[in-house]
C-alpha cells in the first residue's frame, strides 16, 4: 500500500489505528474515569447551551460534554486526530469540529451570544498561558472557563498579593476573571503520565470590572515592568515610568515590593500613567 493509501484507509476506518501521544502538541490523554466524572460535573453542562472544547485529543472529556444535549464546537490542532473525533461524534447533530490552532482561532466566529460560551480543556501545558490570554481578548463572549493545567500554573492564577505565586499572570487574569481553584489531579490519570502534578480550575469572567483600568494596555505594562524586578522596591522596579512622587500621588508606598501590591493598587499606577482625557 502506497503511503497515501495508507493515509485514506486511515482517514475511512479510524478505529482500527491506535494513536500515538505526541509530546509535540502537548498529548497527555486522560484515562481515569473517576477524574474525568469529577470534571465534568464541577462543568455541569446543560442542554442548549454553547460549549467550546479546546483540544479534545481522543475524546475523553467530548462524550460526557455531548451527552448533556449542549451545542459542543472542539478546536483540535492535530490532524491525525480529526478522523477519529468524527467517527466517534459527527452523527451527533451538536457536535462541530474545527481543525486548527486554538491560538489564532477567532472566536468570534462561532457567533455565540454576549456572556453565554463555555470553554473547556485539558489543555496542552506549553501554550496554556498564552491561550488564557488569547481568551480573555474576547472576554465579554465567555461565560466562564474550566481547564486542566500545571499545578503551579494553577497556584500563581489563584494567588493573592503577598506571595512568590502573585505576579504578571495572577493580576492580568483576576482584572477579568474570578478564580476558583476546584481541584488536583495526580499524573495517573493521563496517559502518558506528565511530569507535574496538574489541577482543575474555573476562570469566571466578571460581568462588571472590580478595579477597571482607563487603559487596560497601560495596566499590563507598569505589571510588566514591576515583575520584571520582582526584587527591587517599586520606585526603582518602575523607575523607566513613573517618578517617586507619581507613585506616592497614586497611593501607593515606594519602598514596597511589587509583590506586596494589589490589583487596585496597580490599576492606580497605571492610571496615573493614562493621559488626562480633555473633559
Ligand atoms: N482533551 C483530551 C484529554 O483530556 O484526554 C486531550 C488533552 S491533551 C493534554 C491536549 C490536546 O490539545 C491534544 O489533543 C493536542 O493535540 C491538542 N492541542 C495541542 N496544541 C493545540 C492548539 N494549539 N490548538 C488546539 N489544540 C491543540
Not at 89 to 95: I, L, M, N, Y
Not at 204 to 217: C, F, I, N, S, Y
Request: proline share 6%; with cysteine; glycine share 8%.
Amino acid at each position: 500500500m502506497s503511503e497515501r493509501d495508507r493515509e485514506h484507509h486511515r482517514e475511512r476506518n479510524p478505529e482500527q489505528y491506535q494513536h500515538r501521544a505526541r509530546k509535540r502538541f502537548g498529548q497527555n490523554f486522560l484515562h481515569d474515569a473517576g477524574v474525568i466524572d469529577r470534571i465534568l460535573r464541577a462543568i455541569r453542562p446543560r442542554e442548549g447551551e454553547r460549549l467550546l472544547e479546546i483540544g479534545p485529543g481522543q475524546g475523553a472529556l467530548t462524550e460526557g460534554l455531548l451527552s448533556s444535549g449542549a451545542q459542543l464546537d472542539v478546536i483540535e490542532l492535530d490532524k491525525d486526530l480529526v478522523p477519529i473525533l468524527q467517527h466517534q461524534f459527527a452523527g451527533h447533530g451538536h457536535f462541530n469540529l474545527h481543525q486548527g490552532d486554538a491560538l489564532k482561532f477567532d472566536f468570534n466566529t462561532l457567533g455565540a451570544a454576549p456572556r453565554s460560551l463555555r470553554v473547556v480543556g485539558n489543555l496542552p501545558y506549553n501554550i496554556s498561558t498564552p491561550l488564557i490570554f488569547h481568551l480573555l481578548s474576547h472576554a465579554a463572549l465567555i461565560r466562564d472557563m474550566h481547564f486542566m493545567l500545571q499545578k503551579e500554573v494553577v497556584e500563581r492564577l489563584a494567588a493573592g498579593p503577598g506571595g512568590g505565586d502573585w505576579g504578571r499572570l495572577s493580576i492580568m487574569v483576576q482584572y477579568h476573571c474570578r478564580v476558583e481553584h476546584l481541584f488536583n489531579v495526580g499524573p495517573g490519570a493521563f496517559n502518558p503520565p506528565p511530569k507535574v502534578e496538574s489541577a482543575i480550575v474555573r476562570l469566571v469572567p466578571h460581568t462588571t470590572l472590580p478595579h477597571p483600568a482607563k487603559d487596560h494596555r497601560l495596566l499590563e505594562r507598569v505589571v510588566r515592568e514591576a515583575f520584571n524586578q520582582r526584587r527591587k522596591t517599586l520606585r526603582n522596579a518602575l523607575k523607566a515610568l513613573l517618578g517617586a512622587d507619581q507613585i506616592e500621588a497614586a497611593g501607593v508606598d515606594g519602598s514596597l515590593r511589587p509583590e506586596q501590591l494589589d490589583l487596585a493598587a496597580f490599576v492606580r499606577l497605571a492610571d496615573s500613567l493614562a493621559q488626562p482625557t480633555n473633559a
